[in-house]
């Protein structure tokens, strides 16, 4: 069952902050966070492990609840380069290595 | 490092012909993944591989869909007959598993399939 990612599309100026949220039914072991831009393959950001940790890559973190089942995604200061298709990618469990996404937040940062 | 290598980068065919996607994983990755996306189903797993073997096949859509993955450096999407649903992007992932679920899964370039 994919994740429920919010908002599905979201657009900011340079400068501004966004939050990307993903939430699952199902628990959660890991939680991964990939950027894919327009005919291009995904690209991995970050992987948030069990344990609420808080990561970051540039100016972008996120956070991982594995009580609530949810991540969220931060963008702080967005940058043209930022523009792209987010996705959340989760691992049901241990052995498990396997990734389902759900259906992306297309971000979209303008001038 | 050389990344997840596929081919052919897009491919036109009518409907009814055979389509076969090809993916070199990256050196050392024992876990292999295909997935298809669509604007309407997003990325869907379709199936993956771990050390050769296939563990998970229960996103292929339909018989018509096979994957093959003779040794470790090399795997086949076979699509026979194609229709023309089945026109999407098809991206070939790998992963270095440590017993763990903290593998990071990268992706190749994808093979762009129209079927006419």
């Known amino acids: 069952q994919q994740p429920v990612q919010s908002p599905q599309a979201v657009i900011l100026r340079e400068g501004e902050d966004a939050v990307i949220n993903c939430s699952s039914s199902k628990a959660l072991y890991s939680v991964h966070w990939y950027r894919q831009k327009h005919g291009e393959a995904p690209v991995f950001l970050m992987i948030l492990l069990k344990g609420g940790e808080q990561k970051g890559h540039e100016k972008i973190s996120a956070s991982f609840n594995e009580k609530k089942q949810q991540s969220s995604l931060y963008l702080t200061a967005s940058q043209l380069s930022y523009s792209g298709t987010y996705f959340c990618?989760?691992?049901?469990?241990?052995?498990?290595?396997?990734?389902?996404f759900g259906k992306g937040t297309k971000l979209s940062v303008i001038p | 490092d050389a990344g997840v290598i596929q081919s052919p980068r897009h491919e036109v065919t009518e409907m009814g012909q055979e389509v076969t996607l090809r993916c070199k994983p990256i050196?050392?990755?024992?876990?292999l993944f295909w997935y298809r996306q669509t604007m309407m189903r997003g990325l869907e797993l379709l199936i993956y591989f771990n050390n050769n073997v296939p563990i998970d096949d229960s996103g292929m859509p339909e018989d018509r869909f096979s994957a093959k993955m003779p040794n470790a450096s090399f795997s086949t999407l076979k699509i026979q007959p194609s229709e023309p649903r089945d026109s999407a992007v098809y991206f070939c992932?790998?992963?270095?598993?440590?017993?763990?679920?903290?593998?990071?899964?990268?992706f190749g370039e994808g093979s762009w399939l129209t079927v006419v």
């Open positions: 990618g989760y691992h049901p469990g241990a052995g498990s290595y396997q990734l389902t």
């Open positions: 050196s050392g990755h024992n876990s």
């Open positions: 992932a790998s992963s270095r598993t440590t017993g763990s679920s903290g593998n990071t899964i990268y």
